[in-house]
């Protein structure tokens, strides 16, 4: 999948992983190659409407759930044709990349290991694991807060130690909206930045009753 030299630089896309207050960067995931596809779901969150109330039929109670879906490529024939530059991907092909992406969806052994020993010492009540704020970065106008909900890997080709070497990797994500963060913090304000962003886009078009052939409304 080698890039044509003539084409133009595109800025890549990729995961930013962050420690759970949203203050510092704990390490960037670029995507080797940007998704060709991207599938958004916007589910409106409105009121009840089996009340009788008639006034909830027009009522948001919340920002709609947005959800979506891309693939991920990663390739390893580019890296293996330099081996001298490349000694990890030629004694591991993509076990460090897949590994990369596994763990934010996997939460630190050493917390696993604290959780167990104060189950062990008979604590009652023990808190979630905690977990990194990711972001999917999808270009400088989309940053977006995201869980991580749906991670299928299909490994396609191997070198002769079985090690994968082309990898496709489906995801499915969950933008985590103001409802879902807490007020202030990194995450809540990125998602705001986003709302805000597409208010003013959809305030470019107007009004004007006549781009849909009406001069007044019936």
């Known amino acids: ?9 595109t800025v890549r896309g990729g995961f930013v992983v962050m420690d759970g207050d ?10 080797q190659y940007n998704p060709e596809t991207l599938t958004r779901t916007l589910t409106p ?9 008639r006034l909830e039929a027009l009522r948001l109670v919340g920002p709609p759930v947005e959800t979506m879906k891309l693939e991920i490529v990663l390739d390893a024939t580019d890296r293996l044709e330099k081996p001298d530059q490349n000694p990890t991907t030629v004694a591991e092909g993509l076990a460090a990349d897949l590994a990369e992406l596994e763990t934010m969806i996997s939460p630190a052994t050493d917390d696993l290991v604290a959780a167990e020993a104060l189950a062990g010492r008979g604590t009652l009540e023990i808190l979630p ?10 270009g400088v106008n989309r940053t977006l807060p995201v869980r991580i909900t749906e991670f299928t ?12 070497i082309l990898a496709r ?12 963060l807490p007020p202030g913090s990194k995450g809540a304000e990125l998602f705001l930045t986003a709302a805000r962003r597409r208010e003013r886009l959809a305030a470019r078009r107007g009004a004007g009753l006549q781009s849909v052939g009406l001069s007044r409304v019936p």
Do not use: H, Q
């Open 45 to 53: 969150r409105g009121a009840a409407t089996d009340t009788g109330d």
């Open 169 to 180: 990797l489906g995801l499915g994500v969950r933008v985590l909206s103001f409802d879902d």
């Open 153 to 164: 890997v299909t490994e396609e080709a191997f070198d002769t130690r079985l090690n994968p």
């Open 22 to 31: 949203g203050r510092a960067v704990v390490r960037t995931i670029p995507f």
């Open 1 to 9: 999948m080698t890039t044509f030299p003539g084409s133009p630089r």
């Open 129 to 138: 694991l905690p977990s990194p704020l990711l972001l999917l970065v999808l």
